[in-house]
Nanobody, 123 residues
Framework: QVHVIESGGGWVQAGGSLRLSCAAS?????MGWFRQSPGKEREFVAA????????YYSTPVQGRFTISRDNAKNTGYLQMNDLEPDDTAVYYC???????????????????WGQGTQVTVSS
């Protein structure tokens, strides 16, 4: 069974940067990042297909966040720049280990989740 461990969350002032890491114990088919704020549903942030490196972003983070991967380490990264208070949330890494899915945008497309890491952006 594959496990994932996230790291890199923290506190930062608006305009600052953070990099999240997601280490998987096995090679995933795709990796995604989601976030959830109190009282809100979990929302898609970014994803990458592991084999081809195709990337996807939600509109609010497009141009500010970059998802990448290190194939040799089975580790993915989410570089977050120009952070805004609205980016404050618990960020979750998720991977799909059972095979390639047509969509990578929805939580249901992933079978393994990390524990989440808090990102707080102050104004």
């Amino acid at each position: 069974q594959v496990h994932v461990i996230e790291s890199g969350g923290g506190w930062v002032q608006a305009g600052g940067s953070l990099r999240l890491s997601c280490a998987a114990s096995g090679r995933p088919f795709h990796m995604g990042w989601f976030r959830q704020s109190p009282g809100k549903e979990r929302e898609f942030v970014a994803a990458t297909r592991w084999a081809r490196g195709t990337t996807y972003y939600s509109t609010p983070v497009q141009g500010r966040f970059t998802i990448s991967r290190d194939n040799a380490k089975n580790t993915g990264y989410l570089q977050m720049n120009d952070l805004e208070p609205d980016d404050t949330a618990v960020y979750y890494c998720a991977v799909q280990t059972g095979g390639e899915r047509q969509s990578v945008l929805f939580p249901s497309e992933y079978d393994t989740w990390g524990q989440g890491t808090q990102v707080t952006v102050s104004s």
